[in-house]
């Protein structure tokens, strides 16, 4: 995606926009498990191309400035991560709903 293509943005204003849109769409195709599958993959992949594109070309060439992106790094929640959910936790849950199911009976 070439930069020029879009005006720049306040970046705050452009994460609540990012935020209130990806809610928006999930809320959208709740019940949906692969429609939310399908967004989840997507923020993964942005992520990816962020972090291995744009953000490790920005990496910091100097102490001063490491310091600085440590120290954010420190204060505001660490580095950032994408949870994976493991297949084993759908089958517990997929087991958890078959047991209460059978209770109901």
């Known amino acids: 995606m070439n930069n020029q293509e879009f005006p720049k943005v306040n970046l705050e204003e452009g994460l609540q926009s990012i935020r209130h849109i990806t809610w928006a769409i999930a809320q959208d195709h709740e019940g949906d498990s692969l429609s939310l ?10 992520h ?9 070309q920005s990496l910091p060439d100097n102490r001063q400035s490491l310091y600085k992106l440590l120290r954010d790094i420190e204060t505001k929640g660490g580095w950032p991560y994408i949870y ?15 047991i209460q199911e059978e209770k109901t009976k």
């Open 37 to 46: 599958l399908a967004i989840l993959r997507l923020l993964e992949q942005v």
């Open 48 to 56: 990816q191309e962020i972090r291995d594109g744009l953000f490790q």
């Open 84 to 98: 994976r959910m493991r297949l084993q936790s759908i089958m517990e849950k997929m087991e958890l709903k078959e």
